[in-house]
């Protein structure tokens, strides 16, 4: 069922093409190096706010590996989902007074309020997708949920255009900006309480999986859902909180990623959620740790790529990565070779 | 041969009519639809190529769209600065030429890594490599980046007129057709049915995909060639016209015609540009439509409305009522 990709080892290719994508890498790390040597200060306040970054991807990162480990499925709808996260947050926060333009309400209450909100209502999506839209199809050929999962993506989407209005919204103030001092190195307390907040969260989905009951039903529902079933899994409703797990998870991430962006629209779930897909297929896609690591790395690169290099550029380079990925190593830093079977 | 020879050249000769009618007696928004039409026929058949007939899947062919407009738009206002306006058909067929190689190379070149790759990963790449390709014309100066194409006063020609378009589609068809239904196109099949059974059985299935691919990408840049000089455009290409979005909209040609199809492809193009005109009052639930038609395609009719099946003039009679008819199938 895990198609993963080269079936063939092909002794050439495989030979050429680190090389090739070592020669392309080096111009790019010798700039950063160059600008790392010159002020290190700067250097390391961009590694800070690059984990941070990363932290959020790998959030959202932790959804798509989640999905594709139990039912081999790219969500494409993950992405629209997180979005969803940050316009909950936008609300919940509404709810009690803190808008964009009215900041001084603010408490650590109201910003946990937002999250819960944020994650109840994306894990309530995410299930509600995974029941109406694949479950009918999870036992069709495999290109018929990747193109469901597209068509949900553009739903929610549209849908959201309208709800929500496409004009670009500010995120309320839900916790009060002020900039940190970490020896020499200044960021901001938003940056820091991202990257705290999406390690812990990592920490309690790393406890789950590995040491309760329903975590121990995943890991059985991703080796082999037929046998899992057989073993009296609940597979349906496992399955369904897969998906609800995941979808707080990039609601939590939402809020994350609003605060820390002057602007968020309907749209704007878009290209964080791509390169938190790359950062899933970078660590192994369907290993949960691989999420995390692919998830900080990517965040890192691209952080140092906008810094350094060309912020412009710097998605190209993300991208860049997912495809050599690929080519070069597609079961990612921490995944498993699998082979294709007749 | 012969038969051939003449439906070519009658097809043709419509063509010319209706470029000669265009010019006499149509509405330009009726021409500027039926312009969109034979743009969206020639993406959706050259993506039929790929994720239909061969089966593989690419979601990145806005890319390919977006390297032929830029080579073409780039060719003909370097031409004209030299020739008038009285060269235009050759300016345009230049920059058509041009744009195929353009996007020609560029579908080999993302083509010989990616079609290692199967399924979902090979659509992941594709998506990628799209994406890398707008990003990195946004972020080139020289062709003015996210500005658009040509920079300042300048224009792009304004030579592809319906007529031309219409041709250009035909000829991209026509192409497609034979090679679909020659021994390439069974091979492109067998890989379809199954990869490993087409290599067992004595088919490179590395060399066929990759033609496949680069001749999807090459009338993908005619698709984009022809876009940039669409006489009722805008004159001016910039890479926001060349998001994920607009793979998606070939996506959705194609699977509401039917994987596999030509002529499903076809019906699907012009269904997509219609509806963008139809559904133009209530433009804010376009887009949920076809999400919503997606679903549901997926859900209850995955192969598309007509599956790999041809629409032909002897299956159409047969659905006239009254008409006898032998079913031999």
């Known amino acids: 069922m895990t198609a993963a990709a080269a079936a063939r080892p092909r002794p050439l290719s495989e030979r050429v093409l680190p090389a090739v994508v070592a020669l392309l890498a080096l111009p790019p790390a010798l700039m950063v190096l160059k600008g790392a040597i010159a002020n290190p200060v700067t250097f390391a306040r961009n590694l800070v706010e690059g984990v941070s970054l990363g932290g959020v991807y ?43 333009t009215s900041a001084g309400q603010s408490s650590p209450g109201i910003a946990l309020a937002c999250f819960a909100a944020a994650m109840i209502a994306c894990a309530v999506l995410g299930m509600f997708v995974e029941r109406f839209a694949y479950r009918p199809v999870r036992n069709a050929p495999k290109l018929t949920p990747l193109v469901t999962a597209i068509g949900v993506s553009m739903l929610i989407q549209n849908v959201s255009m309208l709800v929500f209005s496409s004009t670009p919204r500010g995120f309320p103030p839900v916790i009060r900006s002020s900039t940190v001092s970490l020896g020499p190195v200044a960021v901001t307390n938003i940056k820091l309480m991202n ?91 369907g290993n949960i740790p691989g999420a995390m690591l692919g998830g900080l790395l990517i965040g890192m690169v691209e952080q140092l790529a906008s810094a350094y290099l060309s912020s412009s550029f710097a998605p190209a380079i993300v991208f860049s990565i997912l495809v050599v990925v690929l080519l070069v190593r597609p079961q990612g830093l921490l995944g498993r070779v699998t082979r294709e079977k007749v | ?18 470029q000669f009618v265009a010019g006499q007696a149509l509405d330009p928004y009726v021409i500027r639809v039926l312009s969109v039409c034979g743009i969206n026929v020639m993406l959706a058949v050259a993506l039929n190529l790929v994720n239909g007939t061969t089966g593989q899947f690419s979601i990145g062919h ?63 790449v594709t998506l990628g490599f799209g994406e890398i390709i707008r990003i990195s014309i946004e972020s080139t100066a020289a062709v003015g980046g996210s500005q658009g194409f040509p920079l300042g006063a ?22 497609v057709w034979n090679l679909t ?24 299935t590395t060399r066929y995909k990759v033609l496949a691919f680069a001749v999807s990408a090459m009338l993908a840049g005619l698709a984009g060639c022809m876009f940039a000089h669409d006489a009722t455009g805008g004159q001016h290409i910039d890479p926001g016209a060349f998001r994920l979005d607009k793979s998606v ?15 499903g492809a076809i019906v699907g193009g012009i269904f997509v540009a219609v509806s963008l005109e139809l559904l133009r009052s209530v433009q804010q639930y376009r887009l949920i439509v076809y999400a919503a038609l997606l679903i549901g395609m997926m859900l209850w009719r995955p192969q598309g409305l007509l599956g790999s099946r041809e629409l032909t003039l002897k299956g159409l009679l047969r659905l006239v009522p009254g008409r006898k008819t032998e079913r031999g199938t």
């Open chain 1, 58 to 100: 790998a959030l959202v990162a932790l959804g798509y590996t989640m999905v594709y480990g139990v039912l081999g499925l790219i969500n494409f709808a993950h992405s629209d989902v997180f979005m969803v996260g940050a316009y909950a947050g936008i609300y919940a926060a509404a709810w009690f007074g803190v808008t964009a």
């Open chain 1, 195 to 285: 990257l705290g907040a999406a390690l812990a969260l990592m920490v309690a989905l790393t406890f789950l999986v590995q040491r309760t009951r329903v975590g121990r039903a995943m890991r059985a529902i991703s080796t082999n859902l037929d046998a899992a079933r057989l073993m009296g899994v609940h597979t349906d409703r496992v399955i369904a909180i897969t998906f609800g797990l995941g979808s707080a998870l990039a609601g939590a991430g939402g809020i994350l990623f609003g605060l820390d962006q002057p602007k968020i629209d309907p749209l704007s779930g878009v290209q964080p959620g791509l390169k938190a897909f790359v950062a899933a297929v970078l660590g192994g896609i």
């Open chain 2, 1 to 18: 041969m012969l038969r051939k020879v003449v439906i070519i050249a009658s097809v043709l000769a419509a063509i010319a009519g209706l």
């Open chain 2, 62 to 124: 806005a890319g390919f769209m977006a390297v032929g407009a830029y080579a073409g738009a780039f060719t003909s206002v370097a031409l004209s600065h030299h020739l008038s306006d009285a060269y235009g058909p050759v300016i345009l067929i230049a920059a058509a030429l041009a744009s195929m190689l353009a996007a020609g190379l560029t579908g080999v070149a993302v083509g010989v890594p990616s079609l290692r790759l199967r399924g979902d990963y090979l659509a992941i």
């Open chain 2, 154 to 175: 300048e224009s792009i020609p304004a030579y592809a007129s319906l007529g031309w378009i219409w041709a250009a589609a035909f000829l991209g068809v026509l192409a």
């Open chain 2, 181 to 204: 239904h020659s021994s390439y196109g069974r091979a492109l099949a067998a890989i379809r049915e199954d990869e490993i059974a087409a290599e067992a059985a004595g088919v490179p």
């Open chain 2, 249 to 263: 909209d070939m996506l959705v040609m194609i699977i509401f015609g039917g994987l596999g199809s030509i002529t």
